[in-house]
């Protein structure tokens, strides 16, 4: 008898992370739930990371070793996927590891993407912070436990880009050509994936329960860089262009207001200088594109005021930043004094 595809294909794209594999490889041989494959897919590590892949390989046969040159997450994330035979499709990131339960209760569920919230932690202290994926939407339309149609429900889009706390059926992706930008490095990738396969999705399922754990204290962690300050953009004008070839233009203006939380995000964080050169990358964005503010009136990270402001002024607001954040820190602290309280779930 022919050999039964597993359920699930795991991806791991690795890349210099030989002191957290240990952590995040025995999170995924240890899950309860077992029907799955997984590619470790090694890419171009100077470090030890080979050949702990391949010593974790020879002791399970899920594991499979992929080793090829330096070419970025994307373009390892799109050789591996080329190669998976699961109905449904992780990616998780090798810094990271999962709840032992992680699997068995998204599958426990169908819909064309089910996705979980997760657990920020510190490596060097194992504090963890439970945190919800969903925060931004929950007041417009129940979440946990739901199955939202994103056509109906846009603002499921608002939803923080965390790609590796869900799971995909590979045939969404396949038949959407749905894929990786293949630009150097791993910026911003997730924001293009999340958004083209929202989009393509009759149905997301929603779980609220923290099961996946997001290293924060990494220094090599690619979010941390600022080196490539237009890979956002590029993602954004990636999303623009799936959109019109897939004839999606109901999406358009819920693009648009993620393309610009994510440059207000980018004026927030980065340096003096690099948030300069962005703002003028911006502001032409600005002039050709608008969206509705309101979008964001639940938030407690991109408040609409604050919004509004950076899309008029990018370049002065780089200069007001310390005054938004002290603004933004107190109605963060009152969010935390009167919600945080009973806004977490336990796993």
Known sequence: ??????????????????EFLPLCLESIINQTYKDFECFLIN???????????????????????????NSGYGASLNFAMKKAIGEYISIV????????KFYELLL??????????????????????????????????????TKIRPIKNQKIFLADPTIWSAIYKRELLEKNHIKFLETPGASYQDAG??????ASAKEIFCLEKPLYYYRKDNENSSVKSAKKITAVKTEFDEIDDFLKKAKKQEYETIADACRFRSYNWNLNRLKIKE?????????????????????????????????????????????????????????????????????????
Do not use: C
Request: cysteine-free.
């Open 43 to 69: 890419d171009g590590s100077t470090d030890n990371s080979l050949k702990i892949l391949q010593d974790y390989a020879k002791k399970d046969k899920r594991l499979k070793v992929l080793d090829k040159k």
């Open 193 to 198: 994936f999340q958004f083209k396969t929202f």
């Open 275 to 347: 948030a300069l050169k962005f703002a003028k990358i911006a502001k032409k964005d600005y002039k050709n594109k608008s969206f509705d503010p309101n979008y964001f009136k639940n938030e407690h990270h991109a408040r609409a005021n604050e919004l509004k402001f950076s899309t008029k002024y990018p370049t002065a607001f780089v200069f007001l930043r310390p005054f938004f954040h002290f603004k933004n820190f107190l109605k963060h602290l009152l969010w935390k004094i009167l919600k945080r309280k009973n806004d977490i779930i336990k796993i």
């Open 93 to 100: 990131e090798p810094d990271d590891f999962l709840n032992t």
């Open 1 to 18: 008898m022919p050999k039964k595809s597993p359920k699930l294909s795991i991806l791991v794209p690795v890349y210099n992370a030989a």
């Open 108 to 145: 426990a569920h169908d819909a064309d993407i089910i996705k979980s919230s997760f657990m920020k932690f510190y490596g060097k202290t194992w504090k963890t912070i439970p945190e919800r994926v969903f925060h931004e939407v929950r007041k417009d339309f129940p979440i946990n436990g």
